[in-house]
C-alpha cells in the first residue's frame, strides 16, 4: 500500500471555447456578403453634362429603352461652374456595352 497517488496532469485546449464558434461564424458570413456584393457592383461612369436637368443623387435612375440598367450616384459642378458631373453606377451586366464611344443624355428629368 506504498502506491502514490496518480497526479492529474492540466492540459490547455487551443480553442477558446465553442462560444467563440457564432461570433466567428457571423464574421465570416458578413466578409462572404460584403465580397458577393463588391462583386456584384457595375461599372461606375462620369459624364458632364451642360444642363441639370432636375437629376438628383440616388433618386434618378439611368434608361436604356425604356430598361433600368443603373442609377445616379453623385451630381457636382464642374471646376468652371459651367458644367455638371454626373457618376452613374450600372449594373453589373452592362459592363460590355460601355466604352469610349457611349453617348449620353438628359431627357426630361432622367438620364438616358
Known amino acids: 500500500m506504498n502506491n502514490p497517488l496518480p497526479t492529474a496532469k492540466i492540459r490547455r485546449s487551443r480553442w477558446p471555447g465553442l462560444i467563440w464558434a457564432?461570433?466567428?461564424?457571423?464574421?465570416?458570413?458578413v466578409a462572404w456578403?460584403?465580397?458577393?456584393?463588391?462583386?456584384?457592383?457595375?461599372?461606375t461612369v462620369t459624364v458632364q453634362f451642360?444642363?441639370?436637368?432636375?437629376?438628383?443623387?440616388?433618386?434618378?435612375?439611368?434608361?436604356?429603352?425604356?430598361?433600368?440598367?443603373?442609377?445616379?450616384?453623385?451630381?457636382?459642378?464642374?471646376?468652371?461652374?459651367g458644367e455638371i458631373s454626373v457618376?452613374?453606377?450600372?449594373?453589373?451586366?452592362?459592363?460590355?456595352?460601355l466604352g469610349k464611344g457611349t453617348r449620353y443624355w438628359v431627357a426630361g428629368e432622367k438620364v438616358s
Open 22 to 29: 457564432v461570433p466567428v461564424a457571423a464574421l465570416a458570413i
Open 33 to 43: 456578403l460584403a465580397l458577393r456584393s463588391y462583386m456584384e457592383q457595375g461599372p
Open 50 to 81: 451642360p444642363t441639370m436637368g432636375g437629376i438628383k443623387a440616388d433618386h434618378t435612375v439611368v434608361k436604356y429603352r425604356g430598361v433600368t440598367v443603373g442609377h445616379v450616384t453623385a451630381v457636382k459642378l464642374s471646376k468652371s461652374l
Open 87 to 97: 457618376s452613374m453606377r450600372f449594373d453589373n451586366y452592362m459592363a460590355h456595352h
